[in-house]
Structures are given as structure tokens and as C-alpha cells.
């Protein structure tokens, strides 16, 4: 069922990013990696990006430091109160 479902949904996407009804879409998960349909690889109006990229040398390095960076701006937008201090 699922499957089915989601060949409709992607179907419906395609057709409204081609009609013009979505003016674009940045997709970065598929069902079936990596195979993804090929009428998105033509549309000037898609960015296609593989999951995977997030799994590179570059961003488990820089990882530590956005989640710290995150993680101080929550809290202190938040105030101290929330954390049990």
C-alpha cells in the first residue's frame, strides 16, 4: 500500500512542479535510493541532493560545534528556568 501511495504522491509532485501549480522542491530522501524517478533529474526548478551527504569527512567535524552553537542560542532565548537551574 505504501508503495503504491507513494509512486501517487510523486506522480502528483512531478505533474505540479511541470504545470507550474509548485514553483519548486529541494528533495533529499527517495523510497527507492538511489534510484529516483528520472523526470526530476530535467525540472530546472528541482535540487536533488542524496541523503547520504550529510555522512561526509567535512560535516561529522563540523557537528560538534553547530550542535553547541544550537544548543546556547535555545537556551538562551529560553531562559535558564526551563532547564531546571
Given at each position: 500500500m505504501y508503495?503504491?501511495?507513494?509512486?501517487k504522491i510523486i506522480k502528483?509532485?512531478?505533474?505540479?512542479?511541470?504545470?507550474g501549480e509548485?514553483?519548486?522542491a529541494g528533495l533529499d530522501v527517495f523510497a527507492n535510493?538511489?534510484?529516483v524517478p528520472e523526470e526530476l533529474?530535467?525540472?530546472?526548478?528541482?535540487?536533488?541532493?542524496?541523503?547520504?551527504?550529510?555522512?561526509?569527512v567535512e560535516s561529522f567535524k563540523d557537528l560538534p560545534q553547530l550542535?553547541?552553537?544550537?544548543?546556547?542560542?535555545i537556551s538562551s532565548s529560553l531562559g535558564s528556568s526551563?532547564?531546571?537551574c
Open positions: 508503495e503504491i501511495l507513494h509512486l502528483e509532485l512531478i505533474r505540479c512542479l511541470t504545470e509548485i514553483r519548486g535510493e538511489p534510484d533529474f530535467g525540472l530546472d526548478n528541482v535540487v536533488l541532493s542524496p541523503h547520504s551527504t550529510t555522512f561526509t550542535w553547541w552553537a544550537n544548543f546556547f542560542a526551563n532547564f531546571g
